[in-house]
């Protein structure tokens, strides 16, 4: 499956971005998550969104971000808000399957989009 973000840009603190990522094929199988590297850090994990609808966050994004997934538009999204300086990263879209199809199974990546938060 190919993923393709989208959604990324300029805001200033406290104010909000929705971030979307595309999958070029059913994404019923797939668990869905984002990621996000900042200059000079490792990537890290943001929020993720299982097959069965469980979700986890990062204690950083807590209460702020909602990840949210419209598997018959194979999308999943990131609502971000009250947004701080040092959630500014590139944010990269996950998926992990296919579950349907234990012996194909493993990670895909999107190609990212960036997030700057001015203060």
């Known amino acids: 499956v190919q993923l393709q973000a989208s959604g990324g840009g300029l805001v200033q603190a406290g104010g909000s971005l929705r971030l979307s990522c595309a999958a070029s094929g059913s994404t019923r199988s797939y668990d869905m998550g984002w990621y996000r590297q900042a200059p000079g850090n490792e990537r890290e994990l943001v929020a993720t969104?299982?097959?069965?609808?469980?979700?986890y966050y990062a204690d950083s994004v807590k209460g702020r971000f909602t990840i949210s997934r419209d598997d018959a538009k194979n999308t999943v999204y990131l609502q971000m808000n009250s947004l701080k300086p040092e959630d500014t990263a590139v944010y990269y879209c996950?998926?992990?399957?296919?579950?349907?199809?234990?012996?194909?199974?493993?990670?895909?990546w999107g190609q990212g989009t960036q997030v700057t938060v001015s203060s």
């Open positions: 969104l299982s097959l069965g609808r469980v979700t």
């Open positions: 996950y998926a992990r399957g296919p579950y349907s199809d234990l012996a194909r199974m493993r990670a895909y």
